[in-house]
């Protein structure tokens, strides 16, 4: 058999590929492999680089530090996190210098109430925002573009709560004299009423959820009620507190919902047996807020009294109180990844937290009026909604 002339012979030297390796292809190991990933073209690459940084010592903590000026969003958010979570002075002072919470802008105001705004709500897709008011109207807004899609007739009666079913076709809407309106919110067409029974006092539907199925709605005034709103049927009724229930609030997975009153208490309920978990006390006024993190773990309120509480759900124990110079405090949120949130009460102002550490991160000003009454966070955690009760006005954030 011939011999090919291009094989090579015994003892010859063989050459690699000629063709030069992609940077990104190319790994090496310890800090000059970090080095070579933080300038990758790809944020994730850049990202896991800075994770494996902190293995090699202050030579990879400065690098996690500078990469706080990095010219990729992802990265800088990703280097800020990871220095958060260290206690050395040098960490302290260059998180101090680089505070990106100082950096948030109004996007866009949404005008169009012509009295006070009680509520706001997202559709699950984020895509929509709902909005309640006592003008006794639901205005409902493209959220990309901020441009009134329709107003929903209230029929005459203010509007104290909304909440949206998970497929997000349907919007219940809580409103004064206990009554509570199932629309169809695209067609404006009413699907149902549901009306509570009425009190001694006068009172509202203060606050509305809705089970991850879409099956049963939530409803609070004095009592907390569970419907099958398809069938306009009150399934149980929750005597939980001697007060109104000025707040709900349910876990991602439908098991925990949480409500609070003005008797300053708030009520852990386990969905499944309908029983009580926990009852804690520590608020001196009237508990006006309440928010749970996606894992379930940890609980937000704010209270009449001045002050944000952090608890442990599983145990029922207080973590840490948040004193403000605020006179109330009227509605917390938690940003989807549970290391933020907000607050908002009778100034014009919101503050952002460190849920971990409790240190106050950012404060927004752009609403001219005091009392900010409502906050949501959209599904993908990149705007915060606020509104303004006297201003009449709902202005939209762009979170980092």
Not at 9 to 33: H, I, K, N
Not at 253 to 276: E, F, P
Not at 279 to 306: F, M, N, Q, R, Y
Request: charge should be positive; include cysteine; glycine fraction near 8%.
């Amino acid at each position: 058999m011939s011999q090919n002339p291009n094989q090579p012979r015994p003892f010859d030297v063989v050459l690699g590929s000629q063709t030069p390796t992609p940077s990104d292809a190319a790994v090496l190991g310890g800090l000059p492999g970090v080095k070579q990933r933080l300038a990758s073209t790809t944020p994730q690459n850049r990202i896991a680089a800075l994770k494996e940084a902190l293995q090699h010592g202050d030579a990879g903590l400065d690098l996690v530090i500078q990469a706080l000026q990095n010219e990729v969003t992802q990265v800088r958010w990703a280097a800020y996190s990871l220095l958060g979570q260290r206690k050395e002075p040098r960490i302290k002072q260059a998180l101090h210098e680089y505070n990106p919470w100082k950096k948030l802008t109004c996007l866009r105001t949404l005008e169009g109430h012509s009295r006070f705004i009680s509520c706001v709500v997202f559709s699950p897709d984020g895509q929509t925002l709902f909005s309640g008011s006592w003008d006794t109207t639901i205005k409902v807004w493209e959220f990309a573009t901020g441009r009134l899609i329709r107003t929903l007739d209230g029929g005459g009666y203010y509007v104290s709560s909304l909440a949206i079913s998970p497929d997000g076709q349907t919007l219940f809407v809580g409103q004064e004299k206990n009554f509570i309106k199932v629309v169809d919110w695209q067609t404006g067409k009413k699907i149902s009423t549901l009306r509570t029974r009425l009190h001694a006092r006068f009172t509202w539907i203060y606050a509305l959820a809705v089970s991850p199925d879409g099956q049963i709605l939530f409803s609070s005034d004095y009592s907390l009620k569970a419907w099958d709103w398809q069938l306009a049927k009150e399934l149980y009724n929750l005597y939980a507190h001697q007060s109104e229930i000025c707040c709900l609030a349910m876990s991602l997975d439908g098991q925990i919902l949480v409500c609070s009153s003005q008797n300053n208490r708030i009520t852990v309920w386990d969905l499944a047996t309908a029983k009580q978990i926990h009852i804690l006390k520590g608020h001196s006024k009237a508990v006006t807020s309440v928010a749970i993190t996606g894992d379930k773990k940890t609980l937000v309120s704010g209270s009449w009294d001045a002050s944000i509480k952090v608890w442990d759900l599983e145990t029922g124990k207080e973590i840490y109180t948040l004193i403000g110079d605020q006179t109330q405090v009227n509605c917390v949120a938690i940003s989807p990844d549970g290391q933020t949130f907000f607050s908002g009460g009778e100034e014009n102002t919101i503050k952002v937290w460190d849920l971990q550490t409790g240190q106050q991160m950012s404060i927004l000003r752009g609403h001219q009026a005091l009392l900010i009454k409502s906050l949501a966070i959209s599904p993908d955690g990149q705007n915060l909604v606020s509104s303004c009760s006297w201003e009449k006005t709902i202005k939209v954030w762009g979170l980092p």
